[in-house]
């Protein structure tokens, strides 16, 4: 995996047979706790934003071949390089931490895999995440507490969060 992270080969990371998810991008870091990649939107067919898992999920993972390289349509990972802190990094509640101050983080737990809460971070504790939630009519509505061990996917940067953002933008000034 480090000459995967090394040479910024892209890779699909499949979660079975603990999720029914596969995600794709390029890993920036990986160690016992988490998986720091750059995601791949496959509509745009470009790079787009961050996300973190936990790494005991991941079953296997697998460098993509010639022809979903050339599916590439902007190959703009290098915006994402250098962005992050990945030094101070090593865990769910150290990323966390260094996310304080994004505008907009969304969070997947083990609960439920179809659902997502996005929201900023109000309040971090050693065990805990309080989010101020924003519902999809990019509203600011309540606070969510989630158990950092439940949390399963955090994404940030990427056009879902922008979009969300944009358009509460646009709300306030009317």
């Known amino acids: ?26 890993c920036l870091k990986t160690n016992e706790n988490i998986f ?17 898992i936990r790494n005991f999920e991941i079953d296997k993972y697998r460098e993509w071949d010639e022809k979903e390289l050339s599916e590439i349509k902007n190959n ?10 990945l030094e101070k990094m090593n865990n769910m509640s150290e990323c966390l931490s260094e996310l ?15 659902s997502y809460f996005v929201g900023q971070i109000k309040n971090l504790t050693e065990n805990e995440v309080e989010l101020k939630l924003m519902n999809e009519e990019a ?18 940067r990427t056009s879902i969060e922008k979009e969300l953002l944009n358009k509460n933008v646009l709300q306030n000034r009317i």
């Not at 480090?2 to 990371?13: F, L, S």
């Not at 969070?107 to 895999?113: G, H, L, W």
Request: net charge negative; proline share 3%.
């Open 1 to 26: 995996m480090q000459e995967t992270i090394k040479n910024r080969i892209p890779i699909h990371v499949d979660l079975a047979p603990n999720r029914d998810e596969v995600y794709s991008g390029i």
């Open 36 to 52: 720091v990649f750059i995601c791949f939107n496959d509509e745009t067919k470009e790079f787009d934003g961050f996300a973190i």
């Open 76 to 85: 703009n990972y290098t915006e994402f390089i250098g962005k992050l802190p």
């Open 100 to 114: 304080e101050n994004e505008e907009l983080i969304a969070i997947f737990t083990e609960t439920d895999d179809d």
């Open 139 to 156: 509203e600011w509505i309540e606070n969510e507490k989630i158990k950092i061990a439940e949390i399963t996917y955090i994404g940030f």
